[in-house]
């Protein structure tokens, strides 16, 4: 047996398949010798037999008497499977589960079925992801980018689906090497805009921002926060900006804001990435004896359960999660069909909404 239990044959057979979907094997291309394999493996012939066997059963090879085994010329793509992968960064996180009943809303009605993967916003669990559904003939693909602010490791994988045709679409955020790519994201920045400009209409002027740092979505609300200051003519200061990364986000806002608060700095508004966050923020506020809204306000972003369900009713920015899901499905189905780009808007935006409840009130600014 190999490593995590599996057998070595199947690892072999996973890394050549990885090989071919991914490129590094073009049709036509002649494999290694049984007995070169058989080095670099560290295996036996009968194993690496073995592998090939599955492989050439499975249509990735052709072994041909006297002369190798060579990667096969598959088609572009398998169509017809009415399989669609769907890949989230965190499927029990408070917003997917609503985005997958959108997109299961649309795709079921058309016959479809979904393989549901979880990367756990991490890009190697991604590639892992990717891989694994690549191997089961899928027609298309929905994924939500793993830190997708940070540079694309598996860019890779994803010229192999261009290079098989078969479409995907990208959701919440977007890689920058990326772009050009068909996506359906809300706008992260006018929402981020419209939170902090409802403080500042409402004389806030000392203001506390926090971001997530690696992902599209916490760069686009820091743009609109940065935004609406200079709008009001209010200097930028970093020291007013708390950035987090997916591995300290339990920790890291609470804990830099109960510093801010030990510290001469004033702070009157606070401009949360999340509702989550912001849940975490209120909490914190409150074992420091602060009040929400009497003594500091604070917005949240994506008016999900938490915002109406904490203990102060979260001003916020609507995310319309099913909507989401259902564009991403409607636009899968265009590419799918074969709609050409020009004849499909292959970025949609959802404009975002301010939603107005109990976590602010008017200030009188100095």
Request: charged share 25%; glycine share 8%.
């Amino acid at each position: 047996m190999g490593d995590q239990g599996r057998s070595k044959y199947y690892i072999l057979m996973d890394a050549l398949k990885t090989d071919i979907i991914e490129g590094r094997i073009l049709p036509g291309d002649k494999i290694l010798s049984e007995n070169m394999l058989s080095e670099k493996y560290g295996v036996s012939r009968q194993t690496v037999r073995r592998a090939i066997s599955i492989l050439v059963n499975e249509g990735y090879l052709v072994s041909e008497h006297g002369r190798g085994t060579y990667c096969a010329e598959r088609k572009q793509k398998q169509s017809g499977s009415k399989n669609i992968a769907v890949i989230s960064t965190y499927i029990s996180d408070y917003i997917f589960p609503e985005v997958i009943q959108g997109i299961d809303k649309v795709l079921t009605g058309r016959g479809y079925s979904i393989i549901l993967k979880n990367t756990e916003n991490s890009q190697q669990n991604e590639a892992a992801c990717m891989a694994d559904v690549m191997t089961k003939n899928i027609d298309g693909m929905i994924i939500e980018p793993s830190k997708s602010e940070i540079f694309c490791g598996n860019l890779s994988q994803y010229q192999a689906l261009d290079r098989m045709n078969v479409p995907y679409i990208f959701i919440e955020g977007i890689y920058h090497s990326l772009k050009d790519r068909p996506s359906v994201l809300m706008d992260d920045e006018e929402g981020g805009y419209m939170v902090t400009n409802y403080l500042l209409e409402n004389g806030h002027r000392n203001l506390l921002g926090i971001f997530k740092m690696d992902d599209y979505q916490g760069r686009q609300r820091h743009n609109g926060f940065v935004r609406a200051l200079r709008k009001f003519g209010l200097y930028y200061n970093p020291d007013r900006v708390v950035w987090y990364h997916t591995e300290d986000r339990k920790i890291k806002p609470a804990a830099m804001l109960e510093a801010i608060m030990k510290s001469p700095m004033e702070v009157d508004g606070i401009v949360c990435y999340s509702d989550q966050i912001a849940l975490d923020i209120i909490r914190t506020l409150e074992r420091l004896g602060k009040r929400v809204p009497e003594d500091i306000s604070v917005t949240g972003y994506d008016n999900s359960f938490i915002a109406v369900n904490g203990p102060v009713k979260l001003t916020t920015i609507d995310h319309p999660k099913s909507l989401m899901g259902e564009m991403a499905a409607c636009l899968l189905l265009e590419k799918m069909d074969g709609i050409p780009d020009e004849n499909s808007k292959v970025r949609r935006v959802i404009e975002p909404r301010l939603i107005i409840r109990d976590s602010c009130r008017r200030r009188s600014p100095e």
